[in-house]
């Protein structure tokens, strides 16, 4: 059975949406969150299959309150890479993810986007990405994208929204498993938020089922590609 390995930057922001896929195909995960108190890293990667990276909410990595684990998780992610591991990152886990495989980071103000991703046409593209899905981001900062990686898909404004390093690691910008309720948390959790949030509230919340049909589609390429298909684990 393959374990994965799950860092978590806020209690609002988890795997969503994903835990329910994972499971039917009997990957497990653990979850760390270095943002508790006594809460710790992994300090063997090579016990687990892959590693995802999670959102922050209005924690950067450039600018704004910085994530606070930020260099130990930047190690961690390097270590998974350099053992050929896959690495997946939502949200600022994608800008870990490209700063870890030799991109970095600019600064962007804190933000929450609701739009339909533009996939490239690309063979290689359409075996993990569905052809159009809808996308919502809340995240600070923005990647800047390996020279070696590709770049799958774009947001509304032309900027990087799925790219992927070594060909089993992949960068999501946006959270494709992300519920409203997340977002909900969040606004409770801090009192920075978008100017925006109550309209991207409902039209979230519209995008729905949207956004799930989307990862069904996602989830098989994404597993296939990680590596962590299993002969007999239920395809959901």
């Known amino acids: ?37 006594g809460g710790t ?25 910085l994530l606070t684990s930020l260099a130990p998780e930047l190690r961690v992610a390097e270590r ?7 690495v997946v990152g939502f949200g600022i886990g994608a800008i870990l993810l490209s700063v870890a495989a030799g991109g970095g980071a600019d600064e962007a103000p804190l933000r929450f986007d609701i739009g339909e991703a533009q996939v ?11 052809g159009r899905f809808p996308y919502a981001t809340y995240l600070r900062d923005k990647p800047v994208v390996p020279p070696a990686a590709k770049i799958l898909a774009l947001d509304g404004t032309g900027e990087p929204l799925v790219f992927s390093v ?7 910008v946006c959270h494709p498993g992300i519920k409203s309720a997340m977002v909900e948390d969040l606004i409770m959790e ?18 729905q ?6 990862l069904s589609i996602l989830m098989v390429g994404l597993v296939q590609r990680c590596g962590w298909m299993s002969q007999t684990a239920t395809i959901k």
Do not use: W
Request: aromatic share 10%; charged share 25%; glycine share 10%.
């Open 166 to 172: 070594s060909g089993n690691s992949f960068g999501f």
């Open 120 to 130: 490239l046409e690309d063979a290689d593209v359409k075996s993990i990405l569905p």
């Open 1 to 37: 059975m393959k374990t994965i390995c799950v860092i978590q930057h806020t209690e609002a922001e988890y795997l969503g949406l994903v835990e329910d896929h994972l499971e039917s195909r009997s990957i497990r995960f653990n979850y760390f969150r270095p943002f508790t108190k």
């Open 190 to 207: 801090f009192e920075e938020t978008p100017e925006n949030t109550v309209d991207m509230l409902d039209e979230l919340r519209m995008k």
């Open 41 to 65: 890293l992994p300090v063997d990667e090579e016990e687990y299959d892959g590693l995802f990276l999670l959102g922050s909410g209005p924690f950067g990595i450039v600018s704004g309150p």
């Open 80 to 86: 998974f890479l350099e053992l050929g591991k896959p």
């Open 209 to 214: 089922v949207g956004i799930a049909e989307a």
